[in-house]
Structure formats: structure tokens, C-alpha cells
């Protein structure tokens, strides 16, 4: 079946430090999208990628999909102490909606 | 809008009792999927409802779950009897199409002692 995987699972980084998470699926996606969950929260609907190559920009967040439509990446530029969860990753399938392992950032301040 | 909501927010139960979650999905979402996350690891995918039907339930951990969807609205996902490894955060989600942004709710934390 559809594998969605992401590293690092685990960043720490100081405030102001930028951030990376990358994902890979082992079959091309119709699209990419991202979540965040904040520590006792729920996953959180951030952005849908949809075309090859795409990039998109959130403020200090971008996101980008892949040549291949199989990895996509998000990159927060200066973090801040919000920005603090664990970000997801999700890949549909016919059958279903597929998360990657998560990675959790932590911000030191 | 109302949003996907889930009851109930906690549930402590002891091992061998049953236990029903319901999700109500967003109104109009024919997609339905129920995920687990167990201490602060990954989203696990249970199974994922198309209207009434299962699309694939090919994530739920065994018989001990049964999740049911009738008429298509709101879900239940029992579990009969609960055992110590299915503590966790139960999350219900929904989405207007296969593939489509999903919902999710606040989710129902298990703890079964």
C-alpha cells in the first residue's frame, strides 16, 4: 500500500533558526497536503499543493511539491515560539488519506 | 459552519469494558475517516467511510473494532472489550471528496487502566 514517510521525526531549533521537513511518498500523489497539530490540539489543515513543481508561500512558511509529485517540503523561515507542533504531511489515495510520521518542532526562546 | 465534533473529549475505562466514540462530520462530507494517534507518535489511519460504506478499513487493528456509519451522517467506533494498548487520541476527520482537505475534530483521548 501508500507510504507516506517524513524526517527528521524530531528538530530543535533555537528562535529565529529556520526549518525544514521533507516527505516522501512511494507512489505519486494526486496532491500534497500539510497539517499542524499543536501540542493538545488537532490536526490543522495548513495548505494543498496540487501541481508539479508548485510552490506556495504562507507568510514565513513555504511549501513545495515535487517535480515527480512524490516529495513535496516545508520550510519555515525565523521561527517563532508558535510555531511549535508537529507538522503532517498527507497523501490521498483512492482509498484513503495518508499522514506521514510527523515531524515535531520544537522552538527554544 | 459547524465544524467535525467528536464525543466524548475523554474516556477512562478499565481493561475488558466497551467503549463508543461518535464523530458527527461537517453536514454535506460524504468522506468519513477515523485515525488514531498513541503517545505523540504518528496518525494512524483506522478506516475511511464513503457515505455509509467502508472504503477501506484496512488500518483497524483487529476484530476487537467496529466502526459503523448507518445512514451515512454521524460515525461510532467501538471497541469491545478495550485492552491497555488501545489507549490513545482518537481522531475523527471528514472531507467533501475523496482526497479533498479534511476536517478534523477535536479528537476523544482513551485511556483504558
Known amino acids: 500500500g501508500q507510504q507516506v514517510m517524513q524526517i527528521p521525526q524530531y528538530q530543535h531549533v533555537q528562535e529565529g533558526e529556520d526549518f525544514t521537513t521533507y516527505c516522501n511518498s512511494s507512489?505519486?500523489?494526486?496532491?500534497i497536503q500539510w497539517y499542524k497539530q499543536r501540542p493538545g490540539g488537532h490536526p490543522v489543515f495548513l495548505i494543498q499543493?496540487?501541481?508539479?513543481?508548485e510552490v506556495k508561500k504562507q507568510k514565513r512558511l513555504t511549501f513545495q511539491f515535487g517535480e515527480a509529485k512524490k516529495n513535496s517540503s516545508l520550510h519555515i523561515t525565523a521561527t517563532q515560539t508558535t510555531d511549535v507542533g508537529t507538522y503532517f504531511c498527507?497523501?490521498?489515495?483512492?482509498?484513503?488519506?495518508?499522514f506521514g510520521s510527523g515531524t515535531q518542532l520544537t522552538v527554544l526562546p | 459552519e459547524a465544524g467535525v465534533t467528536q464525543f466524548p473529549s475523554h474516556s477512562v475505562i478499565e481493561k475488558g469494558q466497551t467503549v463508543t466514540l461518535r464523530c458527527d462530520p461537517i453536514?454535506?462530507?460524504?468522506?468519513l475517516y477515523w485515525y488514531r494517534r498513541v503517545m505523540g507518535k504518528e496518525i494512524k489511519f483506522l478506516l475511511h467511510?464513503?457515505?455509509?460504506?467502508?472504503?477501506?478499513e484496512s488500518g483497524m487493528p483487529n476484530n476487537r473494532f467496529l466502526a459503523e456509519r448507518t445512514g451515512g451522517t454521524y460515525s461510532t467506533l467501538k471497541v469491545q472489550p478495550a485492552e491497555l494498548e488501545d489507549s490513545g487520541v482518537y481522531f475523527c476527520?471528514?472531507?467533501?471528496?475523496?482526497?479533498?482537505?479534511?476536517?478534523f475534530g477535536q479528537g476523544t483521548r482513551l485511556t483504558v487502566v
Open positions: 476527520a471528514s472531507s467533501q471528496g475523496s482526497g479533498a482537505r479534511a476536517f
Open positions: 507512489t505519486t500523489l494526486s496532491n
Open positions: 499543493l496540487v501541481k508539479s513543481g
Open positions: 498527507a497523501g490521498p489515495s483512492a482509498r484513503q488519506l495518508t
Open positions: 453536514s454535506g462530507h460524504d468522506n
Open positions: 467511510f464513503v457515505k455509509e460504506s467502508k472504503q477501506d
